[in-house]
């Protein structure tokens, strides 16, 4: 059977769903499909945190951090890591720096 999966999976991804002995703790058609809907969703929050930043919040830093907080909830649908992850790659897209979320869970 041939892998014709055509997207490349950043290695940080990966780290979400690795465990300590470096091995996926799910099966990588879990991953890759928890990957395409954790990046589209950090594109879809590029133009939300650019209109908080020109009309609500100017710091980058806690626009971050609020969305961080909001993915990082129970019923967000997302894990802790990959509620981190989201947030990093958003701060990515829009260019801006990270500030510190915690570990991956902490709430």
């Known amino acids: ?18 465990d300590a002995r ?5 099966p990588i058609a879990v991953v890759r499909a928890r990957y395409e ?15 908080l930043h020109h009309v609500e919040v100017p710091s980058e830093d806690e626009i971050l951090r609020r969305i961080h907080d909001g993915l990082n909830s129970a019923d967000a649908g997302v ?6 992850w989201i947030v990093l790659r958003l701060a990515e897209l829009l260019g801006w720096p ?4 915690g570990e991956p869970g902490a709430a």
């Open 1 to 18: 059977m041939s892998d014709d999966y055509q997207i490349d999976i950043p290695p940080s991804f990966f780290a979400v769903y690795t």
């Open 79 to 84: 894990s802790g890591g990959e509620a981190r």
């Open 98 to 101: 990270c500030p510190p979320l």
């Open 22 to 26: 470096q091995r996926l703790a799910e």
């Open 37 to 51: 809907v954790c990046e589209d969703l950090a594109n879809h929050l590029v133009q939300h945190a650019q209109v």
